[in-house]
Structures are given as structure tokens and as C-alpha cells.
């Protein structure tokens, strides 16, 4: 019955390709063809964007927001000018990117592909735990948290069983690091995806792969048949498996539900995945950059990783600088790099020659930093320090020409959309959090409105069951502390100095 759930979304999502919609008549055929209760099957149906009839309309209103913030979109091509193609870089992740062809094996063997695979085969599986540790690696998908005390737990929890999961859930705003990893060097994600198997003992792996996504999976599969049919993997499989469009699925306990068949709402921890995951069993869910530093810190040792970097923050971040940029890219640099250089030297500046406002970090939910002090280094505890996360990763540069009002309703706006609705302080307050802003852009708001908002970021923060609730509030929120000159003219002089609201009731 396991195995037969976790087919429920590549099941419903045929049947929407095909018929252009999940008809209700035919989740009682799907529950029992999977063995598994209709509401499971009704639930997820109605969940996911991809499968339901929220798609397009989600879809639409991600791309506008693209537009609005001048990033990527996820169909927007990958294109490597080069080695580098930012001079300056420190590419360590990065170094074969661009350079070779994922689908020429040998030439990626020969450039140390599976290498630090090799060498883990030689270690005991706590000898190879015990180099991350030394090595200070920290996850970069968001929380930072110690990838070695991860794995361990994972091992050391009694199991017949135990999995690994590369997330590349990929969907903060113009965030597209780990797709550019696995298009440029898949065989660095799948090598880390291999020694954390041998380490905490698991012979299936998974690369949960976002859903706009599936356009690579014909690349990936290939490579991945490459890869298993030159015995490098040993006994381990690795398998692909497509999400379908909810934002939440990249925290690690939705993304769990989703591979089971239910609905991605966040569970309730602990237990932590690392002691019940997928299944119950212990499973180890790391980010594509995480896993693509492992290979490196086994081939070339603890302290070359730990050479670069700051004390809290080891080696190397991989950025993607979007926004109003001059040049925006992924790039690599190390940590504690300053965060105004990072913005000149490679994005070299902002449009037009204007001035920065701020800049947004830590994806949809994380926050802002303000113009007046980019010289926080980049880094978990620089960031942290700054009141903004560092994130997975993503970096949208706000020139002075935004108004924060119209930015802090549109990220206000994607919290209340992707809300997965479990819970009735998140479901609730991420809509009236978006009704207020709308009514302060529109001149329709008063003075108490800003008591309102926050009031309503601190009722998020201490009531949401997950992070994506307690956190869903914080651009507003920084705006409004950062910016409140903006806020109260909107209100009283009913004027926009960037003359992007109007007060007609449209936005211009």
C-alpha cells in the first residue's frame, strides 16, 4: 500500500493532462486501483496547484510577480557564459559548471566526479560523519542547520530501513540556484547523494524535484542511467520524483506527506525526519547545494573546506542576485564576502545608476535589508545579525525607486496564496495581513491599520503551526519598521512617491 500511495500524484496528474481536470466520479476508480481511503485521494486532488483547478490562476499571478521583481522564471533558460562567468568568483560547487557536458561521463571522472564517493567507501560510515563535522558544513536550504548531526541521528535511530532526499523543491521568488547545479552538474548532487546514503545506511534515495521543473527529467534520467550503469552507485538507487506546485512541499515534513500520497501540510515536530521520516523510517532530507559540498569536503579534506569562510559559516555561498541589478546570475563566493560587494562586483550596481533601498534575502518569507547597511557579510550569523535570513540563498536587489508599500503587498500577497490553509492563523492571518496592505497602497487605510499589521505579524509569529505561518508576515513587517515614512503617506497624504499605487483603486 506504501508504494502504491506514494504513485497517487503522478496517477492524478495523468489524468489531468488527459482530461484537463481531476473529475470527482473518478477519485473512488483512483482510491481503489491504490488502495488507499478516497478522502486521501480527494484531499490531494484539491491541494496541489498542479492538480486542481488553482493552477493557472497561481500560476498566472507567480509569473506577474516575476515580472514585477525582474527575476527569472523557472522556464527561463540556463545559460553559462563561460568559466566564470562572473570573474572574481571562488567556485568550488560551481567549477565544472559550464565547462563539461553532464552527459560525458568520463570526462566528468576524469574531473573528479564520485572521487569523494570513493574515498567514503574506504571510511567507516562515522569516520565520514565525523569529516562533515570537523568540516562545519551547515545546510543551505535555510535553517543552516549541522548536516553531520543530521546524518547521525538518522544512522543511530533504530530501522529496518532509512532514505535520503535531495529536496530541489526550488520556489523562492527568483531563486534558481539548485536548478543551475543540477543542469550544469548533476553528478556532484548525486555523489552527495550517494555518501549520505553509505553513511547513515540506506540503499534508496530520492531527488524531489519541483514541479516546474520536469522539463530537466529527461537530462536527469539520463545521467542517472549513465551513473547506475557504470556500477559508481553500487547497490544504492536513486529515483526522481515530480511535486505538484505547492510553495510549503519545500519544507521538509510537507515534502515527506507529498511522497506518501497526502496532502503537504507540514507535520508536527519532533519526531524529526532524521528519527520518522518517509514511511516512519529515518530519513536525512538535505538541499541540491548542501549535498553538492559533500563530495568536495571528502576528496579535498575538512580544513580546505573550512579554509575559506567565517567561524560560524564554512566555506563557500552560492547566490542568486535578481532584482533591479544590472547583471543578475548564480554565483559562488565565500563566506563573510560583504554583501554591497557581492551586489557591485557582480551585479554591478543597480539600473540606471540609482540607489539601493533594500534588499530582500531568506526567500518569500524572510525580510529585508535596508540600503544603509550592505556591508553585513554574507553569512548565516551576518544575516541573522541584520534581522534578515541568509535563506537557500536568494538575493532581490530593491532600487530606490520601488515603493516598499507595493513591495510589502506583494510579498504579503504570495503568503496568503501559498498558504496551504491547515491552520487557522496562518489560512486567516496571511489574508487579512494582504487586505491591509492592499487598503494602505489604495489610500483607503487609516492610522490604526498600522497598529493592525502589527499586531497581526506578531499573532503569526507566536500562533502558525509552521515556519511558513510565523515567518509569512516578516517583509511586511521589516518594511514597515525600515520604511514607515512610506506607509503613513500612503495613509494621510494619500501619495506614492514612486508613483506606482494609485489611489483610484487600480495600481498603475
Request: charged share 20%.
Amino acid at each position: 500500500m506504501k508504494e502504491k500511495a506514494s504513485e497517487l500524484l503522478d496517477v492524478l496528474r495523468g489524468i489531468r493532462q488527459r482530461l484537463g481536470k481531476v473529475p470527482q466520479e473518478l477519485i473512488p476508480q483512483v482510491a481503489r486501483q491504490l488502495g488507499i481511503p478516497e478522502a486521501q485521494v480527494h484531499s490531494s486532488a484539491t491541494f496541489y496547484p498542479e492538480l486542481s483547478d488553482k493552477g493557472p490562476s497561481r500560476d498566472a499571478f507567480e509569473r506577474g510577480l516575476e515580472q514585477r521583481f525582474r527575476v527569472l522564471s523557472p522556464a527561463d533558460p540556463v545559460v553559462w557564459n563561460g568559466a566564470p562567468d562572473f570573474p572574481g568568483q571562488t567556485r568550488r560547487v560551481l567549477a565544472r559548471c559550464g565547462v563539461l557536458d553532464p552527459m560525458d561521463f568520463n570526462a566528468f571522472r576524469a574531473a573528479g566526479a564520485y572521487e569523494g564517493l570513493r574515498i567514503a567507501r574506504k571510511k567507516k560510515p562515522e569516520e565520514v560523519i565525523a569529516q562533515l563535522e570537523a568540516s562545519g558544513l551547515r545546510g543551505r536550504g535555510g535553517a543552516g542547520f549541522s548536516t553531520a548531526r543530521k546524518w547521525q541521528t538518522a544512522r543511530t535511530t533504530p530501522a529496518d530501513q532509512r532514505f535520503v532526499i535531495c529536496n530541489a523543491a526550488e520556489g523562492d521568488l527568483g531563486a534558481w540556484m539548485d536548478r543551475a547545479l543540477l543542469e550544469g552538474d548533476p553528478h556532484l548532487v548525486f555523489e552527495g547523494l550517494a555518501i549520505a546514503a553509505y553513511a547513515i545506511g540506506s540503499s534508496k534515495a530520492f531527488l524531489y524535484l519541483r514541479s516546474e521543473y520536469s522539463h530537466l527529467i529527461p537530462r536527469l534520467e539520463t545521467v542517472l542511467k549513465l551513473v547506475h550503469g557504470s556500477g559508481v552507485l553500487g547497490g544504492l538507487r536513486i529515483e526522481i520524483f515530480l511535486a505538484a506546485g505547492a510553495y510549503v512541499c519545500g519544507e521538509e515534513t510537507a515534502l515527506l506527506n507529498s511522497m506518501e500520497g497526502s496532502a503537504g501540510h507540514p507535520r508536527m515536530r519532533p519526531p524529526f525526519p532524521a528519527q520518522a521520516g518517509l514511511w516512519g523510517m529515518p530519513t536525512v532530507v538535505n538541499n541540491v547545494k548542501t549535498l553538492a559540498h559533500v563530495p568536495l569536503v571528502l576528496r579535498n579534506g575538512s580544513e580546505w573546506f573550512s579554509s575559506i569562510g567565517t567561524r560560524s559559516s564554512k566555506g563557500t555561498a552560492i547566490l542568486c542576485l535578481g532584482g533591479d541589478v544590472v547583471q543578475p546570475g548564480v554565483i559562488e563566493v565565500p563566506m563573510g564576502t560583504p554583501l554591497i560587494d557581492v551586489i557591485t562586483n557582480f551585479g554591478k550596481g543597480v539600473r540606471g545608476g540609482k540607489g539601493i533601498k533594500a534588499v530582500q534575502t531568506g526567500g518569500p518569507l524572510g525580510a529585508l535589508i535596508p540600503g544603509d547597511r550592505l556591508d553585513v557579510p554574507v553569512s548565516f550569523e551576518g544575516f541573522a545579525t541584520a534581522g534578515s535570513p541568509l535563506g537557500s540563498g536568494g538575493l532581490i536587489v530593491i532600487s530606490e525607486e520601488r515603493c516598499m508599500v507595493a513591495v510589502a503587498r506583494e510579498f504579503g500577497s504570495f503568503a496568503r496564496e501559498e498558504s496551504c490553509g491547515n491552520c487557522a492563523p496562518c489560512r486567516l492571518g496571511t489574508a487579512r495581513v494582504e487586505e491591509v496592505l492592499w487598503a494602505i497602497s489604495r489610500g483607503k487605510a487609516v492610522s490604526e491599520d498600522l497598529e493592525i499589521l502589527d499586531s497581526l505579524g506578531e499573532m503569526l509569529k507566536s500562533a502558525s503551526f509552521c515556519a511558513f505561518g510565523q515567518s509569512a508576515p516578516s517583509v511586511a513587517l521589516a518594511a514597515l519598521r525600515y520604511f514607515r515614512a512610506e506607509f503613513e503617506s500612503h495613509i494621510h497624504a494619500k501619495t506614492c512617491a514612486s508613483g506606482v499605487c494609485s489611489f483610484e483603486g487600480e495600481e498603475k
